[in-house]
């Protein structure tokens, strides 16, 4: 069974920097789509961002130019590159391949 596993969250301070990670077992990561999604306490589960298999990127509004989704296919690993991490930022981060159970997210939290 393939699992996600997502990590490198934390608090840190408007204007800050965040690095995620996903992880999964196997080589999944490489040959499918994978998308960050957010969700924020109290609201619904929105899309971040997408990398595809070929390596195309795409980004929500409320991120882009500020995240970068990328991936290391040796480590089968995808990351989520944050910059100027605003308040509204604050929500857990879950990565998601189609047909591939969610994992536990991982808390971002922005505050000063």
């Known amino acids: 069974q393939v699992q996600l596993v997502e990590s490198g969250g934390g608090l840190v301070q408007p204007g800050g920097s965040l690095r995620l990670s996903c992880a999964a077992s196997?080589?999944?990561?490489?040959?499918?789509?994978v998308d960050w999604y957010r969700q924020a306490p109290g609201k619904g589960r929105d899309w971040v961002a997408r990398?595809?298999?070929?390596?195309?990127?795409t980004y929500a509004d409320s991120v882009k130019g500020r995240c970068t989704i990328s991936r290391d296919n040796a480590e089968n690993t995808v990351y989520l590159q944050m910059d100027n991490l605003k308040p509204e930022d604050t929500a857990v981060y879950y990565c998601?391949?189609?047909?591939?159970?969610w994992g536990q997210g991982t808390q971002v939290t922005v505050s000063s």
């Open positions: 998601n391949v189609l047909g591939i159970p």
């Open positions: 196997g080589s999944i990561l490489s040959i499918y789509h």
């Open positions: 990398i595809t298999s070929s390596g195309s990127t």
